[in-house]
């Protein structure tokens, strides 16, 4: 893509507020349910596809594409969600892993409707009001959604459904006696986390203006969560920091070498080890008060 | 027909061969440590970009196999000790990552020093002999691999069931706390569990590169298959990873040739009804 000066930092902008309601809505199972998945690129795949799908195939109209990649990650969500949370933290996250990688291979193969490797292209930015072509245009839009996403996921965060989901996670034999259902909350809080990861995919899509099947790789799957752990798991901004870092980092060293996954790696390796609370956690020891 | 049904299943099990490669040594870290090592398959690939350089040196095929494996398992061990030691004490999640960080470097890594085009060694004149079976040619390197593959889980079998040294690995596998309190050094034994694991990866990723080229990212989809071997049999159990490699690798062979469009889906559709009907695994116990 031929971008240059101001356009690039609008590119790095918009992919950063993607990211960062990627990672934040991923969090919700994360941090608060504290369930590793792996398979979190299937919802953002899924909005992505959703609104390349609609919008190639039925009709042109980028909000109804947003709504049907909603969607669709969505359904999803359930769906998955209700085969895999019931298992142990492990068979968990493999079972995740393993449903991203069957969408992945879906994308793949199925030609016909989705492009395979070359994936969807041509997405129109366009709805009944307005065409959004150029991406200095689509910014506000994208802006407008990042706003209120946030809200939304801390409206989540400080709400009584936010509290109950990091209890659950904190202690799920504690939470069973407040008599609530283990699963109910999990799969509802599953559920949330995909329908903003969908928003993030279907945001992604029409950024790019096009899908290809590797964005449902497993690979994908692990950024929100290198961006957690980057930000810190146990702040509402911790992902959105984690977001910003990782944006900065794969651009800067994309940029200076190819070689940004071993980067990745040392920079994980360093939080391993030293930071597992992320930034966030450095530099609220580091201030000595409280965020 | 018969026929080539018979020659897609040999060769599926040549197949299997490599993924029990990697699988065994998948499960047996898995079953000692509780350490997922999402780098298992990238070892299995270095061993390969190792055999590279070493064949440029010596020359020599089995001399070439030997030292790539050790020098793999060498890594192996040095990144155990140094990364994933320090996070014994906390949830297992952290070793996950880090493991999955391991991968992101020794990929970088082999990509930097041995670059991004698919390289690879050629095949000794001896291996090259070909032998009949039935009508079917074969590379005699084809029974070697698989030949060495079920040695190396009759010498696992060995090792663990029938020595001393195994039954103190027996012990860390049922109850690590328990192992600890009878004095039996579990850090010791999860960095053997890692070089001999790592050991068969890389000595595999040796072998390969005599008749298929190595590429960055290879390992990247190798993982995959090998965890669903794994997962299929039930985390832990060496007997079963080898009957699910040898599954997967014939269904592969099979389906390569009648119905290629669903091979990865197929497979993946398997590991998800095990996991959904018997998490445990085929083989494993709850």
Do not use: C
């Not at chain 1, 994980?268 to 609370?277: E, K, P, Q």
């Amino acid at each position: 893509m031929g971008f240059t000066g101001d356009r690039f930092i609008i590119y790095l902008a918009s992919l950063f507020m993607i990211f960062s309601v990627f990672a934040t809505s991923y969090n919700i199972v994360f941090g608060y349910l504290k369930h590793v998945s792996f398979g979190h690129s299937l919802f953002y795949a899924a909005g992505a596809y959703g609104v390349a799908l609609l919008t190639t195939k039925l009709v042109p109209d980028m909000m109804l594409g947003i709504l049907s990649g909603i969607a669709l990650a969505t359904l999803l969500a359930v769906a998955v969600g209700a085969l895999t949370l019931r298992h142990s933290s492990i068979y968990f996250a493999m079972l995740t892993l393993a449903f991203a990688m069957l969408f992945y291979s879906l994308l793949l193969k199925w030609r016909n409707f989705t492009g395979g490797s070359d994936g969807i292209s041509g997405i129109p930015r366009s709805s009944f009001l307005f065409t959004l072509s150029s991406i200095e245009n689509y910014y506000p839009l994208l802006f407008v959604f990042f706003l209120a996403s946030m809200i939304l996921l801390n409206w989540v965060d400080v709400s009584r459904f936010g509290l109950l989901l990091k209890a659950l996670g904190d202690n799920e034999d504690r939470f069973k006696f407040t008599g609530l259902s283990v699963y109910r909350y999990k799969l509802s809080g599953f559920m949330v986390s995909g329908f903003f990861s969908g928003l993030a995919g279907s945001l992604y899509a029409l950024l790019l203006r096009a899908v290809t099947p590797d964005i449902a790789y497993w690979t994908t799957a692990a950024e929100p969560l290198i961006m957690t752990l980057l930000g810190g798991a146990q702040y509402f901004l911790g992902p959105s920091v984690g977001a910003f870092i990782f944006v900065i980092i794969t651009t800067l060293t994309a940029r200076v070498a190819e070689y940004w996954q071993l980067f990745m790696g040392v920079v994980l390796v360093a939080l391993l080890l030293g930071a597992r609370g992320g930034v966030l956690d450095l530099v609220e020891r580091l201030w000595g008060r409280k965020f | 027909m018969l026929e080539t049904i018979l020659y897609q299943l040999f060769t599926g099990v040549f197949r299997a061969s490599y993924y029990w490669l990697i699988a065994s040594g998948l499960t047996l870290i898995f079953g000692v440590t509780r350490v997922v090592n999402f780098a298992h398959a990238t070892f299995f690939v270095l061993g390969g970009y190792v055999a590279l350089t070493v064949y440029e040196l010596t020359n020599n095929f089995i001399a070439t196999v030997l030292i790539s494996a050790l020098v793999v398992s060498l890594v192996a061990v040095l990144s155990e000790t140094s990364l994933l030691r320090p996070l014994y004490r906390i949830e297992s999640i952290y070793q996950l990552l880090m493991t999955f960080a391991l991968t992101l470097i020794i990929n970088d890594l082999s990509k930097f020093i041995w670059g991004a085009e698919s390289r690879s060694i050629p095949l000794p004149k001896e291996l090259s002999t070909i032998v009949s079976v039935g009508t079917r040619p074969f590379p005699l390197f084809y029974f070697l691999v698989i030949g060495l593959s079920i040695a190396s889980l009759f010498l696992l079998y060995y090792l663990i069931e029938k020595t001393f040294w195994g039954l103190k690995v027996r012990a860390t596998w049922r109850d690590i706390f328990v192992a600890e309190s009878l004095r039996i050094n579990t850090r010791r034994i999860f960095t053997a569990t890692f070089f001999i694991g790592s050991l068969l990866a890389g000595f595999g990723g040796a072998t390969m590169v005599a008749f298929t080229p190595v590429a960055p990212g290879l390992g990247d989809s190798l993982i995959i298959t090998a965890f669903i071997i794994v997962v299929i049999a039930g985390l832990g159990n060496l007997f079963g990873a080898f009957v699910s490699s040898l599954m997967i690798g014939m269904l592969e062979s099979l389906l390569v040739l009648y119905i290629p469009e669903v091979d990865i889906l197929l497979i993946f559709v398997i590991m998800t009804a095990v996991l959904l009907v018997r998490p445990w695994g085929i083989f494993g116990e709850r």
